[in-house]
């Protein structure tokens, strides 16, 4: 069974750093395209981080140079380390693996960025 579990949400102050965590199970993760995603109320779902079997990364412009994505292979997990938070940050964030002939998705972990 195909598992993909979100972790290390809350609620930060602008400015602060979180960091979060992507625990997946049931498929042959090494072999997939790990990505974080967001959606905020009444936005579309985003593109926010992805990280390729091979460790190349990529980032949406508003997150460069604050995010850094990362992954181990060995135990099956993928991070999220966000520094220098915004309120524009505050959002659900999803982790979704991709693979050749389709994907998963996890059900997000709630990121509120406010003072």
């Known amino acids: 069974q195909v598992q993909l579990v979100e972790s290390g949400g809350g609620l930060v102050q602008p400015g602060g750093s979180l960091r979060l965590s992507c625990a997946a199970s049931?498929?042959?993760?090494?072999?997939?395209?790990m990505n974080w995603y967001r959606q905020a109320p009444g936005k579309e779902r985003e593109l926010v981080a992805g990280?390729?079997?091979?460790?190349?990364?990529n980032y949406a412009d508003s997150v460069k140079g604050r995010f850094t994505i990362s992954r181990d292979n060995g135990k099956k997990m993928v991070y999220l380390q966000m520094n220098s938070l915004k309120p524009e940050d505050t959002a659900v964030y999803l982790c979704?693996?991709?693979?050749?002939?389709?994907?998963?998705w996890g059900q997000g972990t709630q990121v509120t960025v406010s003072s």
């Open positions: 049931g498929f042959t993760f090494s072999s997939f395209i």
């Open positions: 990280i390729s079997a091979g460790g190349t990364r």
């Open positions: 979704y693996a991709r693979g050749v002939h389709g994907g998963y």
